[in-house]
C-alpha cells in the first residue's frame, strides 16, 4: 500500500474506534470471508457489539443463496456483527432487517455520488444504472432456538480491476468508480455507509415502518414482470407491485397478489 493509503487506512481506523456506536474494530489484509471471520469471532467475544470487520482480501467471498463473491481489490468487503437490542424490539419486524440494510447502502450511495440514484432489487441488492453495485449477506448465529446476533455483510464495488473480473459480472456489475470518476475511496465510502446504517437502524427501532416509503421509491422491479424461486423451488411470476411493510415481495398474477418472504430473483 502506498504511504498515503496506509496513512488515510490508519486515520479512518482511528474514526471508526471514535464512534461511539462500535465496540470493536478490525481490519484485516486477508480472510476467508469477513462473515466467517465475524462468526468465528462472535464464538468468544460476543459482548463488544457491534463489531466492525473489513478485509483487503477475501479467499471464499460468500453471497446470497450459495453464490461465491468475486472479491478483488478495490472492492470494500465487511461484515458489521449486532446484538438483537439493535433491532426493534418487536420480533415480528426482525426479517426487514435486510431490507434496512439495503436501503442504507443506497442512501451512502446517493450522498456519495451526490444525487437520487441508487436503487433496490428484492430483497437487498443495490443497483445504479441497471447494474450491481453492491450485495448483502445477512446471517444470524442462532443461539438455541432463538437468534442470538446478526451477521451484515456487505460488499461494495468501489474502484474494482474490470479487466480481471469474470464475464458475466464485466456484464452485470458496475463501481463507484465508473459511475464517478476517480476520487471514490473504500475508506470514505466505509464512513458513510457506518453512519447511514447507524442512523437507520435508530429510526427503524422507534419507526418499525420507518424505511418502507422510501424503498418503494427505490424497488428496481417496480411495475415489471418478475419470475422468482422460492426456497422449495418453485418458480413464480407476476408484476411486481413492491414490498410489504414487512419486506415480502409482492407479485399480481391470476390468483391476486402473492407475498414472497423469501426468494430468488431469476428474471424481471
Ligand atoms: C450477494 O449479492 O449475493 C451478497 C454478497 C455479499 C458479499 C459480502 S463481501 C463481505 C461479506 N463477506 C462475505 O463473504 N460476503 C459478504
Known amino acids: 500500500m502506498d504511504p498515503t493509503a496506509t496513512v488515510r487506512r490508519q486515520l479512518l ?8 456506536w462500535l465496540k470493536h474494530v478490525e481490519w484485516l489484509a486477508e480472510t476467508d470471508s469477513t462473515n466467517n471471520f465475524g462468526r468465528r469471532w462472535l464464538a468468544s467475544n460476543a459482548r463488544d457489539l457491534p463489531a466492525l470487520f473489513v478485509a483487503d482480501r477475501q479467499t471464499a467471498g460468500r453471497g446470497r443463496d450459495g453464490s461465491q463473491w468475486w472479491s478483488p481489490d478495490g472492492c470494500l468487503m465487511f461484515t458489521l456483527a449486532i446484538c438483537a437490542s439493535e433491532l426493534p424490539n418487536d420480533r415480528q419486524y426482525w426479517p426487514s432487517l435486510s431490507l434496512v440494510a439495503g436501503l442504507s447502502v443506497a442512501d451512502a450511495v446517493d450522498s456519495l455520488l451526490g444525487h437520487s440514484i441508487a436503487q433496490l432489487k428484492w430483497p437487498n441488492d443495490v443497483f445504479v444504472q441497471d447494474r450491481k453495485l453492491a450485495g448483502i449477506l445477512i446471517e444470524s448465529s442462532q443461539v438455541g432456538q432463538s437468534y442470538g ?30 459511475i464517478a470518476g476517480e476520487g471514490m475511496t ?11 446504517l447507524q442512523s437507520r437502524f435508530e429510526q427503524w427501532r422507534s419507526v418499525p415502518q420507518s424505511w418502507h416509503e422510501n424503498w418503494q421509491r427505490r424497488c428496481l422491479l417496480n411495475n415489471k414482470l418478475v419470475e422468482v424461486r422460492l426456497n422449495d423451488q418453485n418458480v413464480f411470476s407476476g408484476l411486481c407491485l413492491g414490498v410489504s411493510e414487512s419486506g415480502q415481495l409482492l407479485l399480481q398474477n391470476e390468483l391476486g397478489i402473492q407475498k414472497i418472504t423469501a426468494g430468488e430473483i431469476l428474471s424481471w
Open 13 to 20: 481506523i482511528e474514526e471508526l474506534r471514535e464512534l461511539s
Open 149 to 178: 446476533n446478526c451477521l451484515i455483510g456487505i460488499g461494495i464495488n468501489v474502484h474494482n480491476d474490470w479487466a480481471q473480473a469474470p464475464p458475466e459480472i464485466q456484464r452485470k456489475a458496475t463501481c463507484l468508480s465508473t
Open 186 to 196: 473504500r475508506e470514505s465510502t466505509l464512513l458513510e455507509v457506518l453512519t447511514q
